[in-house]
């Protein structure tokens, strides 16, 4: 949703039309009053049928040139509509059949999906090198003609301005080079790794703290473990971070952590909190893997995946930069209205809109 929101608001600004099809709900009518301009369809929670025929309803009744279907889920499960139907494109945001939490079965019909959606889309969004290549590969097999555009997440402008006084203040609070993490708090996101990582840094230096910002079930662990480590003046937990605090947050930030896996579902997602931190040009701590890699190249900070010596290390080097922006990334890249403007290009180039 957070990118259907900000590419049609640079669609509108660029002179097309946009409508966004979502569910009737608290949350998106907050959001829908933050863009104006679009033009906002609501559809009510239901079964995953019920809530198909009524995308579908809408959609028929309409004569629009392009539907991007933001997801590839059941819930967005649409077919061709005939010799006058609209372009049809969709958004491919991870690999659902690598969700290791999901049953045996469960798995397998997502991966048939996978295969099915191949037939009924014109064009692909690819948010990661790894979907794009797993799509041309499928779509070659099959000898189909669908077109498909790498288009990773990206970052809001608004990450380009914020309060000084206020990033000043948050680094004067902890009077400590903080290292920032966003997200949530699960022991496979590597929530364990960095708490493991203060405690060995802490062991030879004390001019940092970690800032670990967000919520999740493992916070009563984490906690625990600060106070058996005595790392209370060593890793914060501020709770949820929004709007103009996380974007203050960000800016008084020395440097970043984005831990990441070597499976499937890492490779083939696109960390949206990787474009966040990149926005600041502060230096970021993560895996060589997927989309980070890509993003960051030879700028990142990468550790090995698992080894809390390696994470430490890193973050270390971090600590002993001055505050100069990172080097070497395409930074206009990484912001909506880029990605808005290549989308556009690529609708021209491939399909002749």
């Known amino acids: 949703m957070k990118r259907a929101f900000s590419m049609s608001k640079y669609l509108v600004e660029a002179g097309h039309q946009a409508t966004i099809i979502?569910?009737?709900?608290?949350?998106?009518?907050?959001?829908?009053e933050i863009y104006p301009g679009i033009e906002y369809l609501y559809y009510e929670q239901g079964t995953t049928l019920?809530?198909?025929?009524?995308?579908?309803?809408?959609?028929?009744?309409?004569?629009?040139?392009?539907?991007?279907?933001?997801?590839?889920?059941?819930?967005?499960?649409?077919?061709?509509?005939?010799?006058?139907?609209p372009l049809m494109v969709l958004d491919h945001p991870e690999v659902m059949?690598?969700?290791?939490?999901?049953?045996?079965?469960?798995?397998?019909?997502?991966?048939?999906?996978e295969w099915i959606e191949l037939f009924l889309f014109d064009g692909h969004l690819a948010v990661s090198r790894y979907i794009e290549r797993r799509l041309q590969k499928r779509l070659n097999l099959l000898h189909l003609n669908a077109e498909v555009l790498y288009s990773p997440f990206a970052a809001e402008e608004d990450l380009k301005s914020w309060n000084p006084v206020a990033a000043k203040s948050i680094r004067e609070q902890y009077g400590k080079k903080m290292v920032l993490y966003l997200g949530s708090f699960f022991a496979a996101y590597g929530f364990y790794e960095i708490l493991?990582?203060?405690?060995?840094?802490?062991?030879?230096?004390?001019?940092?703290?970690?800032?670990?910002?967000?919520a999740g079930p493992e916070l009563e662990g984490g906690q625990a473990f600060i106070a058996e480590n005595d790392?209370?003046?060593?890793?914060?937990?501020?709770?949820?971070?929004?709007?103009?605090?996380?974007?203050?947050?960000?800016?008084?930030?020395?440097?970043?952590?984005?831990?990441?896996?070597?499976?499937?579902?890492?490779?083939?997602r696109s960390p949206g909190k990787i474009y966040m931190y990149a926005a600041t040009r502060h230096p970021i701590v993560t895996c060589k893997i997927g989309e980070a890699a890509d993003t960051l190249g030879e700028a990142g900070f990468y550790y090995e995946q698992g080894d809390v010596d390696s994470l430490a290390n890193q973050i270390s080097l971090t600590l002993d930069r001055d505050d100069s922006p990172v080097e070497g990334i395409d930074y206009e890249r990484l912001f909506s209205k880029s990605r808005t403007k290549e989308f556009l290009a690529w609708l021209h180039e491939s399909f002749g809109l």
């Open 97 to 113: 059949s690598a969700f290791e939490e999901f049953s045996y079965l469960k798995r397998c019909f997502e991966y048939l999906r």
């Open 50 to 85: 019920s809530e198909n025929r009524e995308k579908r309803a809408m959609i028929k009744s309409r004569h629009d040139d392009v539907i991007v279907v933001c997801g590839n889920s059941a819930r967005n499960f649409v077919w061709r509509f005939g010799k006058s139907r």
């Open 22 to 32: 979502l569910q009737h709900h608290e949350e998106n009518l907050k959001a829908a």
């Open 231 to 268: 790392l209370q003046e060593t890793v914060s937990f501020p709770g949820f971070l929004s709007g103009e605090t996380m974007k203050n947050y960000l800016h008084a930030a020395h440097a970043f952590i984005c831990p990441l896996a070597d499976t499937v579902r890492d490779w083939a």
């Open 196 to 214: 493991h990582a203060a405690a060995r840094l802490r062991q030879v230096r004390n001019d940092f703290v970690i800032v670990m910002a967000g």
